[in-house]
C-alpha cells in the first residue's frame, strides 16, 4: 500500500503543557483512517499541524514527492498544506455567506482571465469538484440557501478543490442528522475507492465502526495504537485505549441522599421551544445528576431552556417541591439560587479582559452593594476566600481572568456560582481541555459540594467522569431522555448500558 | 422571480418610483421638465459618489469618518492647482483623485499598523484634513477655473447631465469590481469571514488597505465632480457630506459588519434622499424636515431589514 | 502573508502552573501620565511665547470653563463607550435637552436648576430611548444613533422656529450670569476669597466623580462594563443585559444634557447650534485618554485629561493667532501621535514579555 502521509514522533508544546508527545500518524492511499481520543488527547493539535497552522516543536512531516519517494516537508501556513494536497474541513464553518458555491469551493484560487474573475472556469471547476462527490448541486446557488449538511458537503469540496490526496474531516457530522451522516459516509467511501485518503475525527464510535478501516488513538498526546486495522478491535478495546484504564476511582467525599427528600429540581415532561419532550428529571439535595449523551443531543440547550433561554412549553419545573417560572438567568440566580456553570467557559463563562474579582465577584455585587456601590474589602475577602476553597492559583485577584490557565480559568467560573450561595448547580463540561490532574482535583471538588448539600446536575460526554462523580446517569438522544441508570461506579457496565441506551434510543428505564 | 421581488434593491425601487411619480404629479409635472430634470440629476451625482466611498470600507467591516472633508480637501486642493499655481484642468482633475487614493492608502496603513479601530483613526485623519482643507486657501473661494471643466460639469447628453452619467459609470465601474475581480471577491470574503479568507490564502491586511485606498479615491472622484458641477470652490465643502455617505449604504441594505453590499441600494438610497430634498424645496418646506425624515427613514430601514430576516428565520 | 496563526487556544491549554505573575505596567506606559506631561509641557511652551496664556481672567478663568464642558462631553461618550457602543447623536441629544431647558425658563420662568432638571431628565430619556432600540432590535448603536442624530437635528430647528420664531431663547434666569462670568474669587468671607475658578468648574468635577464612582464602585456601573466586555457571559451570569444597555445610554444622554446646560451658561444662550461641536471631541477625549472602543474597560480620569488637552491646544494656538481649522490639523495630529505611541508601548511591552520569560 503506497503511504501517502507519514507523521512521525511530533511534539508539540504549549506553555505548561505537551499537546503532543511523540505522536505518530501513517497514512495509506484510499483508506478510511479514524483517529481518536479523548478531548485532550491531542487530536486537534495534530490536525492543526497536518494543516500548516501549528508548526511542531519537534518529529517530521513526509510525504511523497513527486516520484513517490517520502520527503520530510515543513507546512510554513495552511497553503503550503493544500499546496501539498491536504485538504481538511474544520468542525467551524468557513463558508462566506454571501458567495456562491462555486467561488466557496474556488476561493483559495478564483481562476482569472484579463484581470476578471473567470465564470466559466469558476463552474467547470466547482462542478468537477461537485462531481467527486457526486453532488448535484447548482454553483450559482449562494451558499446562505443551503441545508447545514449540503454546507458540510460544500466544505468538503472545497477541500478537494486543490486537487487534495489526504482529506481530514473533524468531526463532520457533529450537526447532521443520521441520513444525512450516511450521505457523507457514503461518499467519504467513494472517495476512498478512487484513492484518497480521509482522517476522520469523531466522537461517535458507531459511525467509525461503520466507515473506518484503521484507526489511530491518541492519549494524552501519545499514539496508543498506530494505524491498527479497526476490524481487529472490538468498540470495548477501543474505548478502553481512549480513556487507557486511566479511568481509576479517585477518592471521593462519601454521600448519603435521603430518598424521600424533596428533589431540589424536578422536571416533570418538560418540552421547551428548543426541541425538547417529554424530559423528567429530579436532583435531590446532596446528589449528582449525570445527564449524559452525545454532542447536540441537546443537554446544554436543556440548561438553557431551565433558565430562561429558551421557552417551556409544557410539563413542570419545580424548585424545592414549589412550581418555578423562570425567566431568565438573574431570577434562576437570585429567586431559585440555580447556577450554570457554562460548557464554553471562554465565550460564555468568563469576562477575560477583567479581573478575577469581578469574574468572581459578579454574581453577588447585589449583595454586597451598600446604596448601589460595592464595598471593596468585603468583595476582596469574598475572592480571597474562594480562591482558597477552589485552590485558585493567583498572582492578584487583579489579574485578568485571560492571564490565567484553563484548570484555573474553569474554577474561576465555577467561583462565581459558588459565591453566589446557590443550591442547585448545572455543570456542563467542567473538565474538557484540562489535563487529567486537574481533572482529578475538579471532580474533588464537585463531589465535596455535593457532600455539603448542593444538587448538581452535571452534564458531560465523558463517560469515566460520569461513572466516577454521578449517583444516577440520564441518558439524552435527540432532545428527550431515553433512560436512567443507577450509578455502581463498575465502569464497565456502565459504559455498556448507557452506551446501549444511545444506540437503541428506547425509553428503558433500567 | 419571487426572489427578485423580495430584495431589499427592489423594495427600493418601488418606493423610488412611486416617490418620483408622486412627486411628479404634485408638482404639476414639473419635476419632469427639463430644467428641473437636469437640476435634480446633476446634484444626484455627488450623494450616489460619496455613498459608494463609503461603501467600498463598510464592505470590510470599516468605517471611513474622514469621506466627506476629503472630498472637501481634494476639491480645494485642484482648485489652488488651477486658479492659483495655473496648472491645467486636466492635471488638476488627475492630482484630485491621486490625491484621495493617497489619503485613502494612508488611513489603510495606520489602520495596520497602529490595529486601531478604522472609526478612532479616520476620525484623527479626519481632524487633520479639516485644517489642511483650510489650510490651502483659507476662508476664500475658487472659482473662475477652467472653462472646460465648468462646462463638463454643466453638459448634458440627451437631456442627461453628464456628471451625473460619470455617477453612474462610477457605479458600474465599483459594482463591476466587487462582482467580477479577484481583488474585489477577496474584500468581501474578507469582510464575510475574515478567518476562513486568511485560511484561503486572502491576506488581510491587503484587504484592509485596498478597501480604504478606493474610498479614498471615490472621495477624489467626489471632489472632481464637485469642482465641476458647482463652478466654485471653498474650505466648507464635504462638512455635510459624513452624515449622507452613511445614510445611503445604510438604507441600501449594506451590513456595517462587513461582507454584504449593494451598489444598486445604495445608488437607489442616495436617489430617494435626493427626492426628499426636491420635495422640500418645491413645497418650500422647512429644511430640517428633511433630516428628520432622512432619519426615520435610516431607522425605518434597519428595522424592516431585521424584521425580515426573522421572517425568514435568520440571515442562514 | 504572515504565517502566524490566529490567538487561539491551544488544542489543550496550559496546565495548573501558574504563568508569570502580571506585573503592574511600567510607569512610562501609562497613558494617562503622559498627557499629563504633554499637558505641563504645553502649558508651559505656550506661556512662554505668549504670557497671555496666563492672564487669569481673559485666559485661564474661559479656559476651565470650556475644559469643564468637553470634560462632560467626553463623558457622556464615555458611558456608551463602556458597552462597546457608540453614541452619535450626542450633539443633537444636548441641543433637544437645552431646548427644554430654554422652554422651561421661557414659558413657565422655572428656577435655574428647575430648569436644569428639566433638560437632564429630557437627556436620559432620549438616551433611554435609543438604548431601548438598540436592546430591542439589535441593530447597531451606531446606526440607531445617526438615525437619531438626523431626526433630532430635524426636531431641534423645527422646534426652535415654534417656541421662538428663531434659534435661540432670550430667557436669563436668574443665576446663570453668575455661573457664565462669576469665578470663585468674587466670593469673599471676610479677607479670604475663593481661588480663580469658574462656578462651572465644580459642576463638571462632580460629574467627573460621579461617573468616576459609577464605574468604579457601583454595581450598575459594573454590570454594564461586564455587558461591555462579554455580553453572552453577563447575561448568564445574571445580569439584565437589556437593562444594562439602555442604562448607559441613559446616563450619556444625561450627561450630553448637562454638556448642554454648561454651554448654554457659557454662551449665555439657549440655542439651536449648542451641541453642533460636540461629536469630535466627544471621541477625541476618551480616547486620547486611552479608552478604546472595544468596551469593558473605561478611564474617567483619562477622559478629563484628554479633554484638557484639546482645549490647552486650541487655547494656546489660539493665542498664537492660529485659526480654528488650523487647529483641528494639530489636534488631528496630537490624536494620531497618541495611537501610535499606545500600539509601540504594547510591541514594546510583548517584546519586554517575551525578553523575561
Not at chain 1, 25 to 47: C, D, F, M, P, Q
Amino acid at each position: 500500500m503506497t503511504v501517502v502521509l507519514s507523521a512521525e514522533k511530533l511534539v508539540k508544546t504549549f506553555p505548561g503543557v505537551r499537546a503532543l508527545d511523540e505522536a505518530t500518524l501513517t497514512l495509506t492511499a484510499g483508506s478510511v483512517h479514524a483517529l481518536l481520543g479523548e478531548n485532550g488527547a491531542g487530536k486537534s493539535t495534530l490536525i492543526k499541524i497536518l494543516t500548516g497552522v501549528y508548526r511542531p516543536d519537534g518529529g517530521q512531516l513526509r510525504l511523497p514527492g513527486p516520484d513517490g519517494e517520502l520527503r520530510a516537508v515543513q507546512l510554513g501556513n495552511p497553503q503550503d498544506a493544500q499546496r501539498a494536497g491536504i485538504g481538511v474541513v474544520h468542525q467551524e464553518r468557513n463558508l462566506i455567506p454571501a458567495f456562491s458555491v462555486a467561488e466557496n469551493i474556488c476561493l483559495q484560487h478564483l481562476p482569472r482571465r484579463a484581470g476578471l474573475l473567470d465564470r466559466a472556469a469558476l463552474r467547470t471547476e466547482a462542478r468537477r469538484c461537485l462531481d467527486l462527490l457526486d453532488l448535484d448541486l447548482d454553483p450559482d446557488l449562494p451558499v446562505s440557501r443551503l441545508s447545514v449538511a449540503q454546507l458540510q458537503l460544500v466544505e468538503i469540496a472545497k477541500a478537494l478543490s486543490a486537487e487534495s490526496t489526504v482529506l481530514l474531516l473533524d468531526e463532520p457530522t457533529a450537526s447532521l442528522t443520521n441520513d444525512e451522516a450516511d450521505r457523507l459516509y457514503g461518499i467519504v467511501r467513494r472517495l476512498s475507492e478512487r484513492g484518497h485518503a480521509t482522517v476522520l475525527v469523531s466522537h461517535k464510535l458507531e459511525e467509525v465502526f461503520a466507515v473506518a478501516d484503521t484507526v489511530t488513538v491518541l492519549r494524552d498526546g501519545r499514539s496508543v495504537a498506530e494505524a491498527e486495522p479497526l476490524a481487529d478491535h472490538s468498540r470495548e478495546e477501543i474505548v478502553d485505549l481512549m480513556v487507557g484504564r486511566a479511568y481509576q476511582q479517585v477518592h471521593l467525599a462519601a454521600r448519603t441522599v435521603a430518598a424521600d427528600v424533596e428533589p431540589a429540581l424536578a422536571l416533570d415532561a418538560v418540552a421547551t421551544t428548543a426541541g425538547h419532550h417529554d424530559v423528567s428529571l429530579a436532583v435531590r439535595p446532596g446528589e449528582i445528576v449525570g445527564l449524559y449523551g452525545l454532542v447536540g443531543a441537546g443537554r446544554s440547550e436543556l440548561a438553557k431552556a431551565l433558565l430562561g433561554l429558551d421557552q417551556i412549553t409544557a410539563g413542570e419545573v419545580r424548585v424545592h417541591g414549589r412550581p418555578a417560572r423562570i425567566r431568565d438567568v438573574g431570577d434562576a440566580l437570585h429567586r431559585y439560587r440555580i447556577g450554570y456553570v457554562t460548557e464554553n467557559r471562554k465565550e460564555e463563562g468568563l469576562f477575560l479582559d477583567q479581573t478575577v474579582a469581578r469574574n468572581t465577584a459578579v454574581t453577588v455585587w447585589r449583595r454586597l452593594a451598600r446604596l448601589g456601590l460595592v464595598r471593596d474589602r468585603a468583595e476582596r475577602s469574598l475572592v480571597d476566600e474562594y480562591a482558597d476553597r477552589l485552590g485558585i492559583r493567583l498572582a492578584s485577584p487583579d489579574q485578568h481572568a485571560g492571564q490565567l490557565s484553563g484548570g484555573n480559568q474553569q474554577k474561576v467560573s465555577l467561583a462565581k456560582w459558588l459565591a453566589a450561595d446557590c443550591d442547585v448547580l448545572i455543570i456542563d463540561e467542567p473538565t474538557v481541555g484540562i489535563d487529567v490532574r486537574t481533572k482529578a482535583a475538579f471532580h474533588e471538588l464537585i463531589a465535596g459540594l455535593a457532600a455539603r448539600g448542593m444538587a448538581i446536575l452535571l452534564i458531560s460526554s465523558d463517560l469515566p467522569e460520569m461513572v466516577t462523580l454521578a449517583d444516577r446517569i440520564a441518558v439524552m438522544r435527540e432532545f428527550a431522555i431515553v433512560g436512567e441508570l443507577d450509578n455502581d461506579h463498575d465502569y464497565d457496565r456502565m459504559s455498556q448500558s448507557v452506551i446501549r441506551f444511545i444506540h437503541d434510543g428506547q425509553g428503558v428505564v433500567a | 422571480m419571487r426572489s427578485v421581488i423580495r430584495t431589499n434593491e427592489f423594495t427600493l425601487a418601488v418606493i423610488a418610483a412611486l416617490g418620483f411619480a408622486a412627486l411628479a404629479v404634485a408638482t404639476d409635472f414639473n419635476l419632469l421638465t427639463a430644467g428641473t430634470l437636469d437640476a435634480f440629476l446633476r446634484f444626484l451625482a455627488l450623494p450616489i459618489v460619496i455613498g459608494l466611498a463609503q461603501m467600498v470600507v463598510l464592505a470590510v467591516g470599516q468605517m471611513n469618518l474622514s469621506v466627506g472633508v476629503l472630498t472637501g480637501f481634494c476639491a480645494v486642493a485642484s482648485g489652488w492647482l488651477m486658479v492659483d499655481a495655473g496648472l491645467p484642468a486636466p492635471v488638476a482633475v488627475l492630482a484630485a483623485l491621486a490625491l484621495g487614493a493617497v489619503v485613502g492608502l494612508v488611513n489603510g496603513l495606520l489602520v495596520i499598523f497602529t490595529r486601531i479601530n478604522g472609526f478612532i483613526v479616520t476620525l484623527a485623519t479626519m481632524t487633520i484634513l479639516e485644517g489642511l482643507r483650510y489650510g490651502v486657501n483659507g476662508t476664500g473661494t475658487y472659482q473662475g477655473y477652467s472653462p472646460g471643466l465648468r462646462e463638463f460639469g454643466q453638459a448634458s447628453v440627451a437631456g442627461v447631465p453628464v456628471v451625473f452619467l460619470l455617477a453612474v459609470v462610477i457605479a458600474v465601474a465599483v459594482a463591476l469590481f466587487f462582482r467580477r475581480t479577484v481583488p474585489g471577491r477577496h474584500l468581501l470574503a474578507f469582510g464575510g469571514n475574515p478567518f476562513a479568507a486568511r485560511l484561503s490564502g486572502i491576506s488581510n491586511d491587503r484587504a484592509l488597505v485596498l478597501a480604504h485606498t478606493l474610498s479614498g479615491l471615490l472621495a477624489g472622484f467626489a471632489a472632481v465632480i464637485v469642482v465641476a458641477a458647482f463652478g466654485s470652490v471653498n474650505a466648507s465643502i464635504g462638512d455635510d457630506l459624513l452624515l449622507p455617505s452613511f445614510a445611503a449604504p445604510i438604507i441600501g441594505g449594506v451590513a456595517l459588519a462587513g461582507g454584504m453590499i449593494s451598489v444598486t441600494g445604495t445608488v437607489l438610497a442616495a436617489f430617494l434622499v435626493r427626492l426628499v430634498d426636491v420635495s422640500q424645496s418645491q413645497f418650500d418646506i422647512n429644511r430640517r424636515w428633511v433630516d428628520l425624515i432622512i432619519g426615520a427613514v435610516v431607522l425605518g430601514a434597519v428595522l424592516l431589514g431585521q424584521f425580515r430576516d426573522k421572517l425568514s428565520g435568520g440571515p442562514r | 502573508m504572515k504565517t502566524e496563526t490566529a490567538p487561539e487556544a491551544p488544542a489543550v491549554p496550559p496546565a495548573a502552573e501558574p504563568r508569570p505573575p502580571a506585573r503592574a505596567l511600567p510607569v512610562w506606559a501609562n497613558p494617562r501620565l503622559g498627557l499629563l506631561i504633554v499637558i505641563a509641557v504645553l502649558v508651559v511652551l505656550f506661556s512662554s511665547l505668549t504670557p497671555a496664556f496666563l492672564d487669569p481672567r481673559l485666559t485661564l478663568a474661559p479656559l476651565q470653563a470650556d475644559i469643564s464642558v468637553y470634560v462632560v462631553v467626553g463623558l457622556a461618550q464615555l458611558a456608551v463607550l463602556s458597552l462597546g457602543h457608540m453614541n452619535m447623536a450626542v450633539g443633537r441629544m444636548a441641543a433637544l435637552s437645552t431646548f427644554a431647558m430654554g422652554l422651561a425658563y421661557d414659558r413657565l420662568g422655572v428656577p435655574l436648576l428647575v430648569g436644569l432638571l428639566v433638560g437632564l431628565a429630557v437627556g436620559a430619556g432620549i438616551g433611554a430611548l435609543a438604548g431601548l432600540l438598540i436592546a430591542k432590535t439589535g441593530v447597531n448603536s451606531f446606526v440607531v444613533t445617526l438615525a437619531l442624530d438626523f431626526g433630532l437635528l430635524g426636531l431641534v430647528t423645527i422646534l426652535y422656529t415654534w417656541a421662538t420664531g428663531g434659534v435661540s431663547f432670550a430667557v436669563q434666569p436668574s443665576g446663570l450670569s453668575a455661573l457664565r462670568f462669576d469665578t470663585f474669587a468674587d466670593y469673599c468671607m471676610g479677607e479670604v476669597c475663593g481661588p480663580r475658578i469658574p462656578l462651572v468648574v465644580p459642576i463638571a468635577v462632580a460629574a467627573a466623580l460621579g461617573v468616576g464612582l459609577l464605574f468604579r464602585h457601583a454595581r450598575l456601573g459594573r454590570e454594564i462594563l461586564m455587558t461591555g466586555s462579554n455580553t453572552v457571559a453577563a447575561e448568564l451570569s445574571g445580569i439584565p443585559t437589556h437593562r444594562r444597555v439602555v442604562a448607559a445610554h441613559a446616563l450619556s444622554g444625561l450627561l450630553a444634557a448637562l454638556a448642554g446646560f454648561l454651554l448654554a451658561a457659557n454662551n449665555g444662550a439657549f440655542s439651536a447650534n449648542i451641541g453642533e461641536s460636540f461629536l469630535l471631541p466627544s471621541f477625541l477625549a476618551p480616547v486620547l485618554g486611552g479608552t478604546l472602543l472595544a468596551g469593558g474597560a473605561v478611564s474617567v480620569l483619562g477622559t478629563a485629561l484628554g479633554a484638557t488637552l484639546t482645549q490647552v491646544i486650541y487655547k494656546g494656538l489660539n493665542l498664537l493667532q492660529f485659526s480654528l481649522e488650523e487647529l483641528k490639523l494639530y489636534i488631528g495630529l496630537v490624536l494620531l501621535a497618541a495611537l501610535s505611541l499606545d500600539r509601540l508601548r504594547a510591541v514594546l511591552a510583548e517584546r519586554r514579555a517575551v525578553s523575561s520569560s
